[in-house]
Every structure is written in structure tokens, then in C-alpha cells.
């Protein structure tokens, strides 16, 4: 299991891409999820922990989902989430952008 400050971190690393690749500020991703621009800057640079109810509003502001897993299938998420070379077998579905699965 990570220290808390190293999940924080990566927590926050993982917030910022998302807010960059939607090109969101900080002010508008903040406004969005019903906190000031200080405390979302907090819990991105991973200075401060956030409530459950503050990283759902946060993530859906990104178009994101929070979800909570055993620790026990953590490894076997990261192996899904690696990329594939073009040998690899290929996942049964893929999720669209648009939540729509294709099979």
C-alpha cells in the first residue's frame, strides 16, 4: 500500500492531466465541482486529502468516474489499463468515449 502523501500526489497528478487534456482551468474545474480555486489547487498538487463527495463532484466536473476496488484486483486493473502491443490479445470490448460499449 502507497504512504498517504505518495497517493496524494499521484492522485493529483492524475486530476491535473485530466483538467488539462479537457482544457479546464483550475478556477472553472473548482466552480464545477462546488469549491474554491485554493482548495482544488490543494488537492491537485497533493498538499491536502479531499472527502469522498469532493473527489466525486471533482471527477465528474472532468467527465470522470470514481471507483472504489478491492485492493486485491489492483493488479489485475493496471494489467487492463497497460497498453497492448499489436500481438497482445485484445479486450473483449472497448469503452467509446461516449460510455457506449462496442463489442
Known amino acids: 500500500m502507497k504512504p498517504e502523501s505518495?497517493?496524494?500526489l499521484e492522485l493529483g497528478r492524475l486530476l491535473k492531466t485530466a483538467r488539462k487534456g479537457q482544457g479546464f482551468t483550475q478556477e472553472q474545474v473548482a466552480r464545477m465541482a462546488g469549491i474554491s480555486?485554493?482548495?482544488y489547487r490543494e488537492i491537485e498538487t497533493g498538499s491536502a486529502a479531499a472527502r469522498t463527495t469532493t473527489?466525486?463532484?471533482i471527477a465528474r466536473a472532468l467527465g470522470l468516474e470514481l471507483m472504489l476496488i478491492?485492493?486485491?484486483m489492483v493488479p489485475a486493473v493496471d494489467a487492463l489499463l497497460q497498453p497492448h502491443d499489436d500481438d497482445d490479445d485484445l479486450p473483449a470490448f472497448i469503452a467509446s468515449p461516449d460510455g457506449d460499449a462496442d463489442v
Do not use: D
Request: no cysteine.
Open 70 to 72: 478491492p485492493q486485491a
Open 55 to 57: 473527489l466525486i463532484n
Open 6 to 8: 505518495e497517493a496524494l
Open 37 to 39: 480555486r485554493p482548495r
